[in-house]
C-alpha cells in the first residue's frame, strides 16, 4: 500500500444540489473527471479548504457558511497506484454570490447528488460527499467547529472542552427533536474537526459507547458533563503522577505549550529548579509556556529550536507533552520532540511524556501530522507541495515513562483501552 497523502475536498451546496468541477488538461491527476474543490494539504484542513474555494470557485470566506465537516476517508485508487486521505468539508453559497472558476476546471455545474452515478468522478468523491450531506446543524455548532479547526495556540485538552461544550449545547437545546442518526454525525463532526489530536476521536468513540450502553433513552447533557469530569481529573492525576517522579530533578528541557507539562511543572518547581523551554515555532507556542511559568516564578530560559538536541543532553529530564498516541505507539507532539528525545537518551537523559488515556487513537481512524502554512513560501503545483510540519511522532519505547492518569502506561494496558474504544462504529 502506498502512503496516504492527505487532501481536502470542498463541496459547495445552493439549495439542493452540489457544486462540482470537470478537471481540465492542465492539472495533473485525474484530467477530464468530476471532483469538488480540492488539493493537497499544505496547512490546517479548514484553512487549507477555503483556500481551494479561494483559488478553484472565487469565493471568499465570507461568502460561504460552514455547513459539515466529514470523518477523512481513505481512497485506494490500485489504477494510479495512488493512495489518498481525503478530509471532506461542505460550504453553503450564501444568497447572491457566484462561483467563478480558474485554470483546474474546463467546466462546472450545479449536479444534484442522485446525479453523481452517471458522471466519470474522481475516485471516492460519492463517498466523501455523504460523510457531509446532508447538511444539518446550525450556524453556532458550525462557528465553534469552525474556531476549534483553525485554532493554532490552544492545546488539544483545552480544544477538546471547548469541542465537548460545543456539542452538549447544541444537543441538548434540541433534545425533543434530535434523532440518532444527527446526533452520530455531530459526534463525528466533532471527531473530525482536529482529526490529528487523539482527545477528539478518542472522546467521539467515549460518547457513542456511552450511548449504547444508555440505550433508548439517555440524558446527553449528562454524558457530556460527566465526560468533561473525566478529562479533568484525569489532566490532574496525570499531572501529579509526573511531577512525583521529577523530584529531585534540577533542570528540564520542554517544548510546545502543553496544559500537562505546565501544570507538572509548577507541582515540581522549588527553589533550585530551572526550565528550558524551545520556542516552538512556527507558532511560538513554547514562548508562550515560558511566560505563564515566568509569572509564576519559575526560572526559565527560552533556546532555538536549533538548540533543543544540544540542550537536551545537559539536563536532567525531558518532558513532553502528547496531542495523540497513535495505532503504531507513538507519541505525537510538536515537532521537535523527536529529537529531544532522541539525543537525550544517547547522553542518558530521562524522557518523560505526560499524557492521558483519552488521547489513545481509536483502531482504524485515519492518521496524519498536521501541517502548517509554510511563512514566506510560495508557489503550488501538482508536484511541488510546501508546507511546515508541526508535530513529529516518537516511538513509546524511546521514553522512559509515559505517564497517564492510571500511572505508566503500559502496553497491555493501551490494547485494552483500544479494544474498547474499536467496539462503536466511529467511521461511517
Known sequence: MNQ????????????ERIALIKRSQQVGTY???????????EKIALDQAYTELSEEAGLSRESVRLRGIGVPLPVEDAKESRSWLVLPFLFQLRDGVEIRTDWEAEEWRWSHPTDLVDMVMVPG?????????????DAQFWDDMAAIAIDRSSGATEL???????????????????????????????????????????????????IDLEGGQFNFD???????????????????NAAQELQGRHTILTLSN????RDTILAWQHNDCKVFVAESKPGGEGVKLADELHAEGVRVRVIADSEIAATARDVDAVLVGCDAITEANQIVNKVGTSAAVSSAAEAGVPAYAVAQTYKIIPPEWPFFLEQWEAAGVS?????????????????????????????????????????????VELMP
Open 4 to 15: 496516504q497523502v492527505p487532501v481536502v475536498t470542498a463541496f459547495v451546496y445552493r439549495g
Open 31 to 41: 484530467k477530464g473527471s468530476w471532483a469538488g474543490f480540492s488539493g493537497y494539504m
Open 125 to 137: 468523491l460519492t463517498a466523501a460527499l455523504d460523510r457531509v450531506w446532508p447538511a444539518f446543524g
Open 160 to 210: 477538546a472542552r471547548r469541542g465537548l461544550a460545543a456539542l452538549g449545547g447544541y444537543v441538548q437545546d434540541r433534545s425533543d427533536g434530535i434523532g440518532h442518526d444527527e446526533l452520530v454525525r455531530s459526534i463525528r463532526a466533532f471527531a473530525s474537526c482536529r482529526p490529528t489530536m487523539g482527545v477528539f476521536p478518542d472522546l467521539a468513540a467515549r460518547l457513542l459507547l456511552a
Open 222 to 240: 449528562a454524558l457530556v458533563t460527566e465526560l468533561l469530569a473525566t478529562v479533568n481529573d484525569a489532566a490532574d492525576l496525570s499531572v501529579t
Open 258 to 261: 502543553s496544559e500537562a507539562v
Open 379 to 423: 508557489g503550488h503545483s501538482d508536484y511541488v507541495r510546501t508546507g511546515t510540519p508541526v508535530f513529529d511522532a516518537t516511538p513509546i519505547g524511546s521514553f522512559v515513562t509515559i505517564f497517564t492518569e492510571e500511572g505508566p502506561l503500559s502496553l497491555v494496558r493501551l490494547d485494552e483501552i483500544r479494544a474498547e474504544l474499536g467496539s
